[in-house]
């Protein structure tokens, strides 16, 4: 998914980060652990910059509600990040959040950061009928899930963010980061 050189891909939505964001989540590529209840979903896709260029080793921050709507303020359950692998790839295990009061639909927090500032954002569920009852909703940040055979569900999801330009860079160092 890339575009020519003037062309732009369309940022993805910032949204508001809500209430239960703690800095801080583990590293890991699966939120399911022993005594996690719910219907077991995969996420996956990729974090691409404005021209359509994958971002390797960008940020996914995860934090979302149980499958009663609860979310953990003492510890880390449903809270983690994972990485970008060199083409801009991502997975993470987790499971269906369930719907909490005053929100309409499901939904997953999300901050990703690659060579740019972090974007908050919420990923939605298309076999949520209640989703456009929510204030938040948005159809760009919509996951199309497919139930698995096995009883699982499956969702993909690719991030666009700004990258840092040269003008914004302030050392030989970040530049050298930058994705082109």
């Known amino acids: 998914m890339t575009t020519s050189d003037t062309e732009e891909l369309t940022l993805t ?7 239960y964001y703690k800095v801080g989540s583990p590293k890991r590529s699966t939120l399911i652990e022993p005594g ?22 960008a940020v996914l921050d995860f934090w979302q509600s149980d499958d009663r709507g609860n979310y953990d303020m003492v510890g880390n359950i449903l809270r983690g990040h994972v990485l970008t692998d060199q083409h801009g790839r991502y997975s993470l295990e987790t ?10 639909a499901r939904h997953v927090h999300v901050k990703v ?14 076999d ?18 497919d139930d698995l055979p096995d009883g699982r569900k499956r969702g993909q999801y690719t ?3 700004r990258q840092v330009t040269e003008k914004d860079n302030v050392t030989p160092e970040s530049l050298a980061s930058r994705v082109a």
């Open 13 to 19: 939505p910032a949204q508001i980060e809500g209430p």
């Open 36 to 57: 996690i209840t719910g219907t077991p979903l995969v996420l996956t896709g990729q974090v691409l910059n404005e021209r359509g260029k994958p971002i390797p080793d």
């Open 95 to 104: 499971i269906v959040p369930a719907c909490y009061e005053p929100r309409q």
């Open 113 to 126: 950061q690659g060579v740019s500032r972090p974007y908050t954002t919420q990923l939605y569920f298309s």
């Open 128 to 145: 949520d009928p209640d989703r456009v009852k929510d204030n938040f909703y948005m159809k760009e940040l919509e996951v199309q899930i």
């Open 159 to 161: 991030f666009v963010i």
